[in-house]
């Protein structure tokens, strides 16, 4: 099994920045993609930024410029750093990934439990 734990989140007031990570242990050969995803209350979970193995990147229109995300394989982490935070982006933030046990297996989407961010106006 693979046990995913974000750390980071906080309250924080708008304009500043927060840097979350997400480790992750278990049985892990590799990963391919890795992101965070969001909700907000009364919403959906949405997709803020996506990193794949090559390390193509994919940004929610509302984050591009303000957060990036990185990842380093050899310690099983993945991260995003927020700047310029906005009221909006209050929610609770959750880190995937796509990992595998072993070579020619399959890779299997795992969830952390969320990390709640804040951001005052």
């Known amino acids: 099994q693979v046990q995913l734990v974000e750390s980071g989140g906080g309250l924080v007031q708008a304009g500043g920045s927060l840097r979350l990570s997400c480790a992750a242990s278990g049985s892990i050969l590799d990963f391919n993609v890795m992101a965070w995803y969001r909700q907000a209350p009364g919403k959906q979970r949405e997709l803020v930024a996506s990193?794949?193995?090559?390390?193509?990147?994919n940004y929610l229109d509302f984050v591009k410029g303000r957060f990036t995300i990185s990842r380093d394989n050899a310690k099983n982490m993945v991260y995003l750093q927020m700047n310029s935070l906005k009221p909006e982006d209050t929610a609770v933030y959750y880190c995937?990934?796509?990992?595998?046990?072993?070579?020619?297996?399959?890779?299997?989407?795992?969830w952390g439990q969320g990390t709640q961010v804040t951001v005052s106006s």
């Open positions: 990193m794949t193995s090559g390390g193509r990147t």
């Open positions: 995937y990934v796509e990992a595998r046990r072993y070579y020619g297996g399959s890779y299997v989407a795992h």
